[in-house]
């Protein structure tokens, strides 16, 4: 029986491999000068240009916050996160939320 985890394929990071991993703010925004700094950032993704596709909801359907990779430039404790509107925000790394997962198959 084949599970979807079996497809799943490992994406490169510099040296680092993972087979999941957290959104970077430019995957998920495009350019944004929130995170000029970061190394890490990456292309976004064509599925996350539609704001529609940045809206997580959970088991009862309500619409949540889900934190990025990326670190917000301006203060060394917040990070960058989802509204659960689709539009980007920041959270100081105290609060909790969810995440959403990327992976390649």
């Not at 087979?19 to 996350?48: A, C, I």
Request: hydrophobic share 30%; net charge negative; glycine share 8%.
């Amino acid at each position: 029986e084949m599970c979807i985890r079996d497809s799943i394929k490992p994406r490169k990071f510099g040296k680092e491999e993972d087979k999941l991993w957290l959104f970077s703010e430019m995957e998920v925004f495009g350019d944004h000068d929130w995170t000029e700094n970061d190394p890490d950032r990456g292309f976004q993704f064509e599925y996350f240009k539609d704001r529609r596709n940045r809206i997580k909801v959970d088991e009862d359907g309500d619409a949540g916050w889900w934190w990025e990779r990326s670190p917000y430039g301006s203060y060394s404790t917040n990070f960058c996160s989802v509204n659960s509107n689709g539009n980007a925000n920041v959270y100081s790394a105290s609060n909790t939320s969810g995440v959403c997962f990327g992976f390649y198959i």
